[in-house]
């Protein structure tokens, strides 16, 4: 496959975004090399926390919880899926694939070779993030998982419905614009093109334009199968699971109930409804999401799963 990568210039001078790149490289099963770029800061020897971007931002949405938790103890790893951030780009629509995204981060999981994961994860950061729980359960000690789902085709929200519309017919597709109008604060003018910064122009968007049409939710999309599969692993799960969803996400509201009732680990859990949490929820609740994620990673530390 032909794959871009997004001139380095494009980064520079990022507002609150001082740090080091890290890049690992995985084959796709196809030959492709990919370079995935990861956020990698505090104590190698602590216990990491992983933080799981979606569609179409990437770890600059994690820009303020890396010195948060870094601060506290933890060990904090931010990645950027292929197609966003400063990661490698495919460039076509039809080399993104659910499937794909899987096996390309499971890759890279076990080539960083992460362990005792306090996992965070929202958007598609909850699709890939939670097939990986499912693939390397032993790796992961908690989740708090938000404004995201694991669908299997029994059908989407009005809100998803409407932003798969626009997605895909929208003739330029405005990234910075797009996360901008999912967060209740508005950002600022460096903020929006922070996130536009990995795309210099259209054909860098393949994989933006292609999540929306991957998540599978209809029992003819691929990937039910393996969504349902995984869920059988996830209905095992006793390491402590949190939910924090956001009031004001039309795309997902409602779908922390899908956790709670299945995962086992979720039960006598401190669920919360963020109030003034956009579909961005990292951007609208960056304190009350890291003291969230440090309270669970530190009530799991060495608990067996």
Known sequence: MKVLRTPGERFANLADYPFAPHYLTVTDADGTDLRIHYVDEGLRDAAPVLLLHGEPSWSYLYRKFVPWLVERGHRVVAPDLPGFGKSDKPAERTDYTYERYVAWMSDWLTAVDLRDVTLFCQDWG????????????????????????????SGASDGFAAWLAFSQNVPMFPVGAIVNGGTTRELSAAEIAAYDAPFPDESYKAGARQFPALVPVTPDHASVAENKAAWQVLERFTGPVLTAFGDKDAVTKGGERAFIERIPGAKGQPHTIIEGGGHFIQEDATEQLCALIDALARSHRGAAK
């Open 126 to 153: 909850g699709l890939i993030g939670l097939r990986l729980v499912a693939a390397f359960p032993d790796r992961f000690a908690g989740l708090v998982v938000s404004n995201t789902g694991l669908p299997t085709g």
